[in-house]
């Protein structure tokens, strides 16, 4: 099978947009990196052009931690882009294996914000950074690779009515990126932060059950800083990866050239890179404590019967089981199927609606934390929320504290007040 | 049981080369639906597809139209598609991403049980109201529901065609399920995304309120979106209770 001049040798992976191939170029006797589209991704002409146009671009990056694109060609009703070759492993391989120590780690890091800035100044923003797009190869070096060409957020006015779900990890995007925004250099140091983090502290700043969940965090969550989750970790290091994690681009590092700075000078704490490894791999939430402060907010919670309910799973909905009920308002529970499989379903009666029955009143200590209800925002407290009899999963989240979370009853008439003492976090 | 006029069209639209949505009419069933298929050319066409053979199967199945049959109908429909759509998945992975987008309404002695997923819609007229049952399940819903964007904003969003539920796509399936009454007069509307985008509700309801057949309901609607670019495929199902 060829495309072009170039013949497959063996498939090396497989992603949303395509295939990559380890393909041999007779012409110059040497290995590339053969990436093709999906045929059905190439929408129209439009898109075709536009590939070739940034491809020429991107060909003229010539930086030794940005993979060198070579060539891009039509062949078999598709595109094709053809890299260098290299041998070597992803990035979010070493990490799950844990090899890393905080030195190289931060070493890594400075290489990769090295070629972003060399990369944002000729124009181009990578649009996807993650540890699967940076490859530490057998000599060991950093190489960055799958520079944004068409990405799927495709501007183009055939791309965006195309209905789609993300099928790739959302865990590295930056706030405006998800909110749907004009994006530049700025968005790629964001993510760039996110994986530092993850390295660091050994866990990913922002997590979630599923898809909403991730969204959420990353667009309204400040994440706990990493030095007080581990003391150890040089509050300047910590100040970094907080500074690349605002919510803001102005208030993050500006350039390439800037972050990697403030990383060299993290290189100079010697006594913390001497230090016995850090953690690799992800923490879990202490559970224990959760349940701690449910029974805390028990004592001063009266009107609702609560009990705790594991972490929510992928977009579990509920679903009222009295679907029989004359009451014609949202309710929700869960449902187990026979086949003892989860489902989930909301079941809402839309007819007439109801007034409310009751009225849930959430404070917190400390204030201004984030309620949710059944997974979706309701403000922040001290807030009252009228609500028809029923069951709720209520989450109360605040940065650094420990998030609460319970599932309550709600069947008594009038003001149900819930207080949720919340605990710092270290 | 009810008497209830429907009618339906679909159209490929003027960008696409293929119509991915799929629409199915039963009135001997007392049900319609309409199914917008994802994950590229020949597997959106058939996640919609095998949406609706399945909906049609589980419907021949079962005669039953009381109330509580009717939402184990629905339920079975979606959850019976979902797998059916991810076994098929397991054994041609390179359709990864294959899944649809549902919306079915069926009818039964004293009212309608909606099944939804996605980002297709439910419309209703009722005493000259004009109201979207359904709540897509996308991106920017959430979003503009948080107050973190505007719906201005969402119409120039890079991700608004992000959606977050959908029919075959994760393992467990989160079906919205809405019933209700229905009374004579009540007109619902069922789409795909393929017109929603391309024009604003004041408009489709206008071409609703008008003193027309459904026939021709429908067919405006679709000259409508097509006279403003056609970007995506259009289906429009509308169900009239006599």
């Known amino acids: ?426 | 049981m009810m008497k209830i006029n429907y009618f339906g069209k679909t159209d490929v639209g003027l960008v696409r080369p293929n119509n991915e949505d799929t629409f199915l009419i039963k009135p001997d069933m007392g049900f319609c639906l309409v199914s917008d298929g994802m994950g590229g050319a020949a597997a959106g066409e058939l996640a919609s597809q095998i949406f609706t053979e399945t909906a049609l199967k589980v419907f021949s199945a079962d005669r039953d139209q009381s109330e509580n049959r009717t939402v184990e109908k629905v339920k079975k429909a979606f959850r019976s598609a979902h797998e059916r759509i991810l076994k098929y998945v397991e054994g041609n992975p390179h359709h990864q991403g294959m899944g649809c987008t549902a919306e079915l309404i069926a009818f039964h002695e004293q009212g309608f049980v909606i099944g939804h997923i996605g980002d297709s819609r439910i419309y209703r007229i009722r005493n000259g109201q004009f109201k979207q049952l359904t709540k897509d399940h996308s991106l920017i819903q959430d979003q503009i529901d948080r107050g973190v964007i505007t719906p201005t904003e969402a119409k120039n969003h890079s991700l608004r065609n992000v959606i977050l539920r959908a029919v075959g796509i994760n393992e467990s399936l989160a079906l919205d399920i809405l019933m209700g009454k229905t009374y004579a007069g009540d007109l619902f509307l069922l789409c795909s995304d393929g017109l929603t985008d391309m024009i604003d509700d004041p408009l489709i309801s206008q071409v609703l309120y008008s003193d027309t057949a459904l026939s021709q309901k429908t067919e405006k609607l679709v000259e409508m979106v097509l006279s403003a670019g056609g970007k995506d495929n259009i289906t429009v199902v509308l169900a009239e209770i006599l």
């Open chain 1, 1 to 426: 099978m060829k495309y072009g001049r170039y013949e497959i040798i063996k498939e090396l992976g497989k992603g949303g947009m395509g295939v990559v191939y380890q393909a041999h170029d007779p012409q110059i006797d040497r290995s590339v990196a053969l990436k093709v589209l999906r045929v059905d991704r190439v929408v129209n002409e439009e898109f075709v052009l536009r590939f070739f146009k940034e491809a020429k671009f991107i060909g003229r990056l010539s930086h030794p931690n940005i993979v060198t694109v070579y060539d891009v060609g039509r062949d078999h009703g598709t595109i094709y882009i053809a890299m260098e070759y290299l041998q070597g492993e992803a990035f979010n391989e070493v990490i799950r294996s844990g090899r890393l120590n905080v030195e190289k780690i931060i070493d890594i890091t400075l290489q990769v914000a090295d070629a972003l800035g060399y990369a944002h100044n000729k124009g181009i923003v990578h649009r996807d950074i993650k540890p699967s797009n940076i490859i530490l190869t057998d000599e060991g070096g950093v190489k960055l690779t799958d520079f944004g060409i068409a990405r799927s957020e495709d501007s183009t006015a055939a791309q965006q009515t195309q209905t789609g779900v993300i099928l790739g990890t959302p865990f590295y995007m930056s706030p405006e990126q998800v909110m749907g925004k004009r994006v530049d250099g700025r968005s790629d140091l964001f993510s760039l932060g996110v994986i530092l983090y993850e390295l660091i502290v050994g866990r990913k700043p922002f997590e979630g059950d599923h898809f909403t969940a991730i969204f959420r965090a990353i667009t309204d969550d400040i994440p706990v800083a990493p030095l007080r989750i581990d003391a150890s970790i040089p509050p300047s290091l910590s100040d970094l990866i907080m500074k690349a994690l605002s919510k803001n681009p102005d208030e993050r590092f500006q350039t390439g050239k800037e972050m990697g700075d403030a990383l060299k000078s993290c290189l100079q704490i010697k006594e913390f890179l001497l230090s016995p490894e850090k953690p690799i791999s992800p923490k879990k939430k202490p559970v224990a404590s959760v349940l701690i402060m449910g029974l805390m907010a028990a004592v001063v919670f009266g009107g609702a019967i609560y009990f705790f309910w594991p972490h929510i799973n992928e977009l579990i909905r509920k679903e009222n089981k009295g679907e029989s009920t004359v009451t014609e308002s949202s309710q929700q529970g869960k449902l187990q199927d026979k086949s003892g499989n989860l489902e989930s379903l909301s079941s809402t009666r839309v007819d007439e609606s109801k007034p409310a029955d009751a009225m849930l009143m959430v404070t917190s200590s400390p204030s201004q934390a984030q309620v949710y209800l059944d997974d979706s925002f309701k403000g922040k407290t001290p807030i009252t929320l009228e609500l028809p009899f029923g069951k709720y999963e209520v989450r109360v989240n605040l940065p650094d504290y420990y998030e609460w979370e319970a599932q309550l009853q709600i069947n008594t008439p009038g003001k149900t007040p819930l207080h949720v003492r919340l605990i710092p976090i270290g």
